[in-house]
C-alpha cells in the first residue's frame, strides 16, 4: 500500500491498495480527534474519530492510530475503492471548544 | 432526515447586499458550530452555541456577522453589507457534550 511519512496534499493509489494519510495536530492539550472525508460540493463527513486516552481505534476498512509523544494521527483505509476518492482532513479539539481542521490530503484512486 | 440540514444551498449576491442562512442541527444535539471554508483549505471556525448561548467567536467573525440560536435549536448566520471576500461555503455542525461534529452540505455563497 501508499503512506504517507508527512503530510502531503496528494495521494494516488490504485484500487484494492491499502492507504494511509498523516496528519501532525498542533495543540498538545487536544483530546479529541476525528477524521473526515469530504467530496466535492459536499460538507464534511464523518470517518472515525479517537479519545486522547487511546492509541487505536478501528471501524469499518479505517483504522486511525493516534502518537501523543509526536503529536501525529494517521488514517488507514484497506481495500481502498475509488468511491473513496476524496479530501481527508483531521481535526482536533478539546472538551468543550470548536474543532480546528488539519491541511487536507486529497486522495484519488484509479481502477 | 436526521441529519444537519442548511438552507439555502446556494446563494449569489451583489455586494453590499445582507445575506442570511439557516441551519437545523440534529434535534438531540446541543452544540451547534458555525464554520467558513474556502477553496482548497479546511473548514476555519466562526462560531459555536451551547444550546441558546453563543459561547466563542472567532477572530474572523467581524462585526458584519452576526449568529443567533433564539430557542437553543435552528441557527441563523446573518452576512452584513457583503464583500467579495465573504465568498465561501458556510458550513454548520452539531454535536452533543462528549460526541463528534456532523456536519451539514454547507451553503455556497458567492458575492459578485
Known sequence: GESVGLHLPTLSVQEGDNSIINCAYSNS??????????ESGKGPQ??????????????????????????????QIAATQPGDSAVYFCAENQAGTALIFGKGTTLSVSS | DTGVSQNPRHKITKRGQNVTFRCDPISEHNRLYWYRQTLG??????????????????RLLSDRFSAERPKGSFSTLEIQRTEQGDSAMYLCASSSETGGSFFGPGTRLTVL
Do not use: C
Not at chain 1, 492539550?29 to 469530504?38: E, V
Not at chain 1, 486516552?53 to 479505517?62: A, H, I, L, P
Not at chain 2, 483549505?41 to 472567532?58: C, D, R
Open chain 1, 29 to 38: 492539550a487536544s483530546d479529541y480527534f476525528i477524521w473526515y472525508k469530504q
Open chain 1, 46 to 75: 464523518f470517518i472515525i474519530d479517537i479519545r486522547s486516552n487511546m492509541d487505536k481505534r478501528q471501524g469499518q476498512r479505517v483504522t486511525v492510530l493516534l502518537n501523543k509523544t509526536v503529536k501525529h494521527l494517521s488514517l
Open chain 2, 41 to 58: 483549505q479546511g473548514p476555519e471556525f466562526l462560531t459555536y452555541f451551547q444550546n441558546e448561548a453563543q459561547l466563542e467567536k472567532s
